[in-house]
């Protein structure tokens, strides 16, 4: 037993040592990691204790300390509440929608931009597709507004093919296409990069080989090319899954309006409406950390599917 603890007190010493030594040798890093670990604590750790309001009847006046605890009684609130089915099926309808739409578009753009031998006409359509990305979401919601207008530019395309004038953004049946379709536009660059960086790492010897073996340009994007990207494809589509339930507050909010709230009203919404209109606090509390939870899930098991599927995935 001695020899034993003998042997566990020295097998310490020496990783204290090693530690150590470490943290002298690069002490440098350390020190400029410092800001970012005090960031993440501040903003990310400490406001954690936040989520005891979801299990409690908070009033500001009493403090988080001294409000009554009530259980669960805030999520079995949301859960009877006419608004649970509405909302949860919205958030999953779009979410769903950008998906199905939004997740392929920059797979395909960097694809097809892949192909463009001409260097300075390929960074021209990059750096026209990236700049919607840097627009704030305040000016794109304006822009789309304005374009959706009765005498807005999609009115002018759409009466100049036959059709008729219509306030397209009071019409409930158009407010989720015009919501994917512009978060296509003003993403599909910007998501490209990392499939474009992903793709310089394919050996080009394979395309060599493919060629002498006849194969088309068709063919090697889909025996090769696509192969090639695909950890990135299933990383990046994980990660897409376990924001399944964070719909976009800030845009939902600047384009919705009474007519669309049957279509347009999300989990984001409501609890921006409980929280900072009503001031029911503990109530918004519980609804986000249901939303969290599901998200965490959709991450856990769309990662262990990857991994019985392939050997792709994030842990």
């Given at each position: ?17 090693k530690i150590k030594k470490d943290f002298i040798r690069n002490r440098t890093v350390y ?285």
């Amino acid at each position: 037993m001695k020899i034993v603890a003998s042997k566990k007190m020295n097998d310490n010493n020496q990783l204290w040592y090693k530690i150590k030594k470490d943290f002298i040798r690069n002490r440098t890093v350390y020190l400029l990691f410092l800001p970012v670990l005090a960031y993440y604590i501040i903003f990310n750790y400490i406001p954690l204790f936040g989520l005891t309001l979801a299990f409690k009847d908070y009033t500001p006046s009493k403090g988080i300390f001294n409000s009554p605890w009530i259980g669960f009684d805030n999520f079995r609130r949301f859960f009877n509440s006419i608004y649970f089915g509405r909302t949860v099926r919205n958030t999953i309808t779009i979410s769903l929608m950008e998906i199905i739409f939004g997740f392929p578009a920059p797979i395909i753009f960097a694809l097809l931009l892949n192909e463009i031998q001409n260097k300075y006409f390929k960074r021209i359509i990059q750096t026209i597709t990236y700049l919607p990305h840097f627009i704030s979401t305040m000016v794109i919601c304006g822009m789309i507004l304005d374009f959706c207008l009765k005498d807005g530019l999609i009115n002018d395309i759409i009466v100049l093919l036959g059709g008729e004038r219509i306030n397209l953004l009071m019409e409930a049946k158009y407010f989720r296409p015009i919501y994917v379709a512009s978060g296509i536009w003003q993403n599909v660059g910007w998501g490209s990069i990392v499939y474009l960086s992903a793709l310089t790492s394919i050996d080009t010897e394979q395309y060599e080989a493919a060629y002498i073996d006849g194969a088309n340009r068709f063919q090697q994007v889909i025996h090769i090319t696509l192969p090639g990207i695909l950890p990135t494809i299933i990383v990046l589509f994980i990660m897409k899954i376990g924001g399944l339930m964070s719909v976009g507050f800030e845009k939902i909010f600047l384009l919705y309006n009474p007519t669309t709230y049957e279509v347009a009203d999300v989990i984001s919404t409501f609890i921006y409406r409980k929280g900072l209109v009503d001031f029911d606090y503990s109530f918004s509390t519980a609804v986000g950390l249901f939303n969290s939870v599901i998200n965490i899930t959709l991450v856990y098991f769309a990662n262990a599917l990857s991994k019985r599927v392939n050997e792709y995935s994030l842990w």
